[in-house]
């Protein structure tokens, strides 16, 4: 069983920047998709970003395209997600995911791996 591990949330005043880092177990036979959902109190769980084995392909919810930048080197087993221009909309757990695609990985229920979360909170 795949373990994921998120690491990197804190407290960030508006405008500010954070990186969340998420590892995963090894798993040498692999290629699987990672990326982010995010879920706020009182809202559902939302999709973030998600970014391909390889680390070419990406996707993005359009609320974050223009601040948040998802990363993984290659075929590692370690994924990054670097938030810029931070607002209150941004404060939520965010937890690392895993999935056959990032297709997949935009949709909650098609998720096949997640970590515990890794709270972000952002205030004026």
């Known amino acids: 069983q795949v373990q994921l591990e998120e690491s990197g949330g804190g407290s960030v005043q508006v405008g500010g920047s954070l990186k969340l880092s998420c590892s995963a177990s090894?798993?040498?036979?692999?290629?699987?998709?990672m990326g982010w959902f995010r879920q706020a109190p009182g809202k559902e769980r939302e999709f973030v970003a998600a970014i391909t084995w390889s680390g070419i392909g990406t996707k993005y919810a359009d609320s974050v395209r223009e601040r948040f930048s998802i990363s993984r080197t290659g075929g590692a087993n370690t994924v990054f997600l670097q938030m810029n221009n931070l607002t209150t909309e941004d404060t939520a757990t965010y937890y690392c995911?895993?999935?056959?695609?990032?297709?997949?990985?935009?949709?909650?229920?098609?998720?096949?791996?997640w970590g515990q979360g890794t709270q972000v909170t952002v205030s004026t």
């Open positions: 090894v798993r040498p036979f692999s290629s699987y998709a």
């Open positions: 995911v895993e999935g056959k695609s990032t297709t997949n990985l935009a949709t909650l229920q098609k998720v096949e791996t």
